[in-house]
């Protein structure tokens, strides 16, 4: 099924070939000389007339002349192909046409269209020297003939630079709308190229938050759930039942704020509206939703230390500091081991925002910047996206370290996270 979008290109597409055809002409050469060759012989058929009704320009035209005059129009045909070689040609068949003192009009037309065409069609130059060529061969025979010849040629040369003039008028007018349309179509390849790199972003934001999203559930709905068998299993005769209360309460409100985000997400991606798509996402969470992040984490068992510095942010800033965090305590929950401490430091230092996420853990299965996973790659560029760096790597004395430096100031924001 053809797009909107699509149908639109076509119609823009069909309007900018029939302007071409217009301003230059037929685009197949076939059809080009089959145009030249009709118009040819309308110029034929005008000279044919015009040897019947002026007879005070030169004797009528023998056999010789009508061959002359009948080749003259054959050659024009190539005009367009040849243009410089057409006009040097019909010079050499026309002076030897009007040496006979053939009718003097009757060719008239077909030396000012080609003329016309060496100034449309060939550079400046060519132009220039054709002209005076014609111009001199011209007027050196009629002054040759009289001085009253050489002046009715004085006046006929006229018609000449009229003819070159218009000639130049045209192929700068071509040039232009020429350049027009190259500068339009590649205007629509950089809007055509632009759409595409949004859509390729929006897919990666998107991709990036279900990647955060899920881990994160996932991960403490697994933790919760198997505190709650633990308790169970440990001692069934004394069942904790506040403490497995407890754990399913945690994974049912793991479980609601999920789906809340989740919903919001996937809203993007049904939105079919061409509005702003940070209306379609919702608000974008911050440094207010560090704390329930920090309490997540609790209750699955990490002893998180939270330490937040009050400081305004701008949203894209906030959630791609919100979302390095959750993936590092994700990462802490998944990999750190039981009983791990974790220290959470949001500050801002030198126009910066300073993310900071350490432990203590011991676990062996931390994931690398080379290893399966999009963890770290998707925390990098979270911080890619407003213009910032991520260092994550194991700490000297134990553990893992996760540090991300964001800058605050607007300019060098990228894109929202």
Same mark, same amino acid.
């Given at each position: 099924?053809?797009?909107?979008?699509?149908?639109?290109?076509?119609?823009?597409?069909?309007?900018?070939?029939?302007?071409?055809?217009?301003?230059?002409?037929?685009?197949?050469?076939?059809?080009?000389?089959?145009?030249?060759?009709?118009?040819?012989?309308?110029?034929?058929?005008?000279?044919?007339?015009?040897?019947?009704?002026?007879?005070?320009?030169?004797? /009528?035209?023998?056999?010789?002349?009508?061959?002359?005059?009948?080749?003259?129009?054959?050659?024009?045909?190539?005009?367009?192909?040849?243009?410089?070689?057409?006009?040097?040609?019909?010079?050499?068949?026309?002076?030897?046409?009007?040496?006979?003192?053939?009718?003097?009009?009757?060719?008239?037309?077909?030396?000012?269209?080609?003329?016309?065409?060496?100034?449309?069609?060939?550079?400046?130059?060519?132009?220039?020297?054709?002209?005076?060529?014609?111009?001199?061969?011209?007027?050196?025979?009629?002054?040759?003939?009289?001085?009253?010849?050489?002046?009715?040629?004085?006046?006929?040369?006229?018609?000449? *630079?009229?003819?070159?003039?218009?000639?130049?008028?045209?192929?700068?007018?071509?040039?232009?709308?020429?350049?027009?349309?190259?500068?339009?179509?590649?205007?629509?390849?950089?809007?055509?190229?632009?759409?595409?790199?949004?859509?390729?972003?929006?897919?990666?934001?998107? /991709?990036?938050?279900?990647?955060?999203?899920?881990?994160?559930?996932?991960?403490?709905?697994?933790?919760?759930?198997?505190?709650?068998?633990?308790?169970?299993?440990?001692?069934?005769?004394?069942?904790?039942?506040?403490?497995?209360?407890?754990?399913?309460?945690?994974?049912?409100?793991?479980?609601?704020?999920?789906? %809340?985000?989740?919903?919001?997400?996937?809203?993007?991606?049904?939105?079919?509206?061409?509005?702003?798509?940070?209306?379609?996402?919702?608000?974008?969470?911050?440094?207010?939703?560090?704390?329930?992040?920090?309490? /997540?984490?609790?209750?699955?068992?990490?002893?998180?230390?939270?330490?937040?510095?009050?400081?305004?942010?701008?949203?894209? *800033? %906030?959630?791609?500091?919100?979302?390095?965090?959750?993936?590092?305590?994700?990462?802490?929950?998944?990999?750190?081991?039981?009983?791990?401490? *974790?220290?959470?430091?949001?500050?801002?230092?030198?126009?910066?925002?300073?993310?900071?996420?350490?432990?203590?853990?011991?676990?062996?299965?931390?994931?690398?910047?080379?290893?399966?996973?999009?963890?770290?790659? %998707?925390?990098?560029?979270?911080?890619?996206?407003?213009?910032?760096?991520?260092?994550?790597?194991?700490?000297?004395? %134990?553990?893992?370290?996760?540090?991300?430096?964001?800058?605050?100031?607007?300019?060098?924001?990228?894109?929202?996270?």
């Amino acid at each position: 099924m053809e797009s909107p979008g699509t149908g639109q290109d076509t119609g823009r597409g069909s309007a900018r070939r029939n302007l071409v055809e217009r301003v230059i002409g037929p685009a197949a050469p076939g059809e080009r000389l089959r145009t030249d060759a009709l118009f040819a012989l309308a110029m034929a058929v005008s000279a044919v007339v015009i040897v019947r009704v002026v007879r005070d320009n030169g004797q /009528a035209p023998d056999a010789a002349g009508w061959a002359l005059l009948l080749v003259a129009h054959i050659v024009v045909v190539w005009r367009r192909r040849a243009p410089v070689r057409v006009m040097v040609t019909l010079m050499a068949i026309l002076l030897t046409y009007h040496s006979l003192d053939n009718n003097h009009t009757a060719p008239m037309a077909v030396s000012m269209v080609a003329l016309f065409t060496v100034a449309s069609r060939t550079r400046p130059r060519n132009t220039l020297l054709i002209g005076a060529g014609v111009m001199g061969a011209m007027l050196s025979v009629k002054f040759h003939e009289g001085m009253a010849e050489g002046a009715q040629s004085l006046r006929i040369s006229g018609w000449i *630079v009229a003819f070159l003039l218009l000639g130049v008028y045209v192929r700068i007018h071509r040039q232009y709308v020429t350049s027009v349309l190259e500068r339009a179509e590649r205007a629509e390849r950089t809007r055509e190229e632009e759409a595409r790199r949004r859509v390729a972003e929006e897919r990666l934001r998107v /991709a990036r938050d279900l990647h955060d999203l899920l881990a994160h559930s996932i991960t403490l709905v697994g933790v919760q759930t198997s505190v709650a068998a633990h308790v169970l299993a440990a001692d069934p005769d004394r069942l904790d039942r506040e403490a497995v209360a407890k754990a399913l309460d945690d994974v049912a409100e793991t479980c609601r704020a999920a789906r %809340g985000e989740l919903r919001a997400t996937l809203q993007v991606l049904r939105s079919d509206t061409d509005g702003d798509t940070d209306e379609a996402r919702g608000p974008l969470p911050g440094l207010d939703g560090l704390p329930d992040l920090a309490d /997540a984490a609790r209750t699955a068992g990490a002893r998180v230390e939270l330490a937040v510095a009050e400081c305004r942010t701008p949203a894209a *800033v %906030g959630a791609a500091a919100y979302r390095i965090v959750q993936e590092a305590l994700t990462n802490v929950v998944r990999h750190a081991g039981p009983g791990s401490t *974790v220290r959470v430091s949001v500050r801002a230092e030198d126009a910066a925002l300073c993310v900071r996420v350490t432990d203590d853990g011991t676990g062996t299965t931390r994931e690398t910047g080379h290893a399966p996973g999009y963890g770290l790659v %998707g925390m990098r560029e979270r911080a890619r996206t407003v213009g910032g760096t991520l260092d994550a790597g194991p700490c000297p004395e %134990g553990g893992f370290m996760v540090s991300a430096v964001l800058p605050l100031a607007p300019a060098s924001l990228g894109g929202l996270s």
